[in-house]
């Protein structure tokens, strides 16, 4: 069925129903004034009529007059003083009568003594009576008094004013009544018009159901999309969060409304949530979590309406690359021992030829044994194939770059801590201390350091404590870089934008998944050694 009102806009109809309100309004409280004004006519009217009665009956004159025996001798002496008082006070009757009914005055002379048509009421034990009657005159509200002499009532006093006259006068009320009405339906019309125009301004002109529709559907996919979003207004107040949004910062129940400076986020986060330029795919730690984030200005008709934030889970994606780069660099140093190793097997063949045997097996005994001699310290380290692997391919990089790596420890079970957080930790920290003992820290401390190049790994194992030790004979770190070396995007390396400073934020992130801490130190070697201690949770 066609409902006609729902195709205009939400405008357009609270409009409808202001000036529908509005006129019932006015309307009824019109009627109700009329109403009232009538009454209070009428009311005027009654209490007019008796005042002027009870007037004429207190005259020393009237009764004198009605004392007279002859009605002749009363009507000669009242008829003029009746009609006096009739003008004056702007009546249309005052009649004088006897107990009786004669009427002793009248405004038309031959209505004098005829009987008073009407009811007398109390009037003739003392009462005041007052009631709308049809008389000779017409329609009229009346008043009967009685005239008392001694305590004596000796005649009756009848006031009236015609209806007609009471009708003109309630006209006239109620034509200011309606002006004032008019005025007041105008107020209400105009008011109206600019609620509606203003309502129009923030509705952009829509429908109910279009609202309805457009709500119904942007909170389904908000909801459903796997990208968190926050909306924030031009004051940095928080106007919508969908689930994953609140999953990933961890949002309270009451988020809604409040500045995002005050909800315990990151200073970074927060600061490119607040920012008026659009920033695309930065990444931010959460917690435990690496956030890619996107920020851009809302606008409307050129107007900025706030800010949308958009967030990605890239922790998973992040530890993935990291496996990646780690292959990818065991591939390289593969790829260069397997040069090495051509390199010493045309040595040896060579030495056979040039009829030397006994050089040949020494060379290639030498070059067993310090192979197999890396790889023994390595596993007395660790005891575990994939951690083993990692340290190897950080050997044999360090080896290519002329630096020595020396592994020590004796952890025999790394059960308990995902490898992923090991190959993390370990392959970010050795990556940083080789970096920073090739030069790659240009923030130094002048005072450290001397010619050798070495990197020292030692894990230990105590109970459920897991402790990773990386030290290095670098330029070291001066005391504000050992402060925000573990901030995310914080880096020696290269500037703000290049991919830097996400590795040392990784480790942090690991140690605080598993319970743990990052401690940054001078080192004996004379560069900076890092202590990552990783608790093991109880199964």
């Not at 202001?18 to 009654?46: I, M, P």
């Not at 009462?127 to 009346?142: M, N, W």
């Not at 004032?180 to 339906?185: E, I, Q, R, S, Y």
């Not at 910062?249 to 409304?257: M, Y």
Request: aromatic share 2%.
């Amino acid at each position: 069925m066609p409902r006609p009102l729902a195709d205009l806009s939400v405008a357009r109809q609270i409009l409808l129903l202001q000036v529908g309100v509005v006129v019932v309004l006015v309307a009824a409280a019109l009627g109700l004034t009329a109403y009232d004004a009538r009454r209070d006519v009428r009311e005027h009217a009654a209490d007019r009529a008796v005042a002027v009665a009870e007037a004429v009956a207190d005259s020393p004159n009237v009764r004198r007059a009605v004392r007279q025996p002859d009605p002749a001798d009363i009507t000669a002496a009242l008829q003029p003083y009746a009609e006096q008082v009739r003008t004056d006070t702007d009546t249309d009757f005052v009649v004088v009568m006897g107990l009786d009914r004669t009427r002793y005055t009248h405004p038309t002379a031959s209505n004098i003594g005829e009987p008073f048509v009407g009811d007398l009421g109390g009037a003739p034990d003392g009462e005041v009576f007052t009631q709308q009657y049809t008389g000779t005159l017409g329609p009229s509200v009346r008043a009967v008094v009685p005239v008392e002499d001694g305590g004596e009532v000796i005649a009756l006093v009848s006031v009236g004013i015609a209806v007609s006259d009471i009708d003109r006068e309630l006209r006239r009320d109620v034509l200011v009544i309606l002006l004032c009405a008019a005025a007041v339906l105008g107020v209400g019309l105009t008011g109206a018009a600019l609620v509606s125009r203003r309502l129009r301004r923030m509705t952009h002109g829509m429908g109910e159901r279009e609202i309805a529709r457009m709500y119904e559907y942007y909170s389904a996919v908000l909801h459903a999309v796997r990208e968190g979003l926050l909306l924030l207004d031009p004051d940095g107040r928080v106007e919508l969060a969908n689930d994953e949004a609140r999953r990933l910062l961890g949002l309270p129940d009451d988020v809604l409304g409040r500045r995002v400076d005050e909800l315990g986020l990151a200073p970074g986060l927060v600061a490119a949530a607040l920012g008026r330029t659009a920033e695309s795919d930065d990444l931010y730690l959460a917690d435990d979590r690496m956030l890619v984030v996107s920020t851009a200005p809302a606008r409307w008709e050129g107007r900025e309406v706030g800010s949308v934030v958009s967030l990605r889970d890239h922790t998973e994606l992040r530890a993935v690359t990291g496996e990646l780069d780690l292959v990818h660099r065991l591939t390289e140093s593969l790829r260069s021992q397997n040069h090495e190793a051509a390199n010493r097997l045309h040595t040896v063949v060579s030495l056979i030829e040039m009829g030397r045997p006994e050089d040949a097996v020494d060379f290639a005994t030498e070059e067993l044994q310090v192979a197999q001699l890396l790889a023994d310290r390595v596993v007395d380290a660790v005891d575990d194939p994939v951690v083993a692997a990692l340290l190897l391919g950080k050997s044999a990089e360090a080896a290519e770059r002329g630096i020595d790596l020396a592994v020590s420890g004796n952890v025999t079970d790394v059960g308990g801590f995902p490898r992923r957080d090991l190959v993390t930790v370990i392959g970010n920290l050795v990556d940083n201390a080789l970096d920073a003992v090739s030069g790659g820290a240009p923030v130094a401390n002048t005072d450290a350091g001397s010619g050798e190049r070495r990197v020292a790994v030692r894990l230990e194992r105590e109970e459920a404590l897991l402790t990773i030790t990386v030290e290095d004979s670098g330029a070291g770190l001066d005391a504000e870089a050992a402060t925000r070396v573990l901030e995310r995007g914080w880096t020696t390396k290269a500037g703000p934008g290049e991919g830097r400073g996400l590795g040392l934020a990784l480790v942090a992130q690991v140690a605080r998944r598993h319970g743990g801490t990052v401690s940054v130190d001078r080192s004996d070697l004379g560069g900076a050694r890092f202590t990552v201690a990783l608790r093991e949770e109880a199964p």
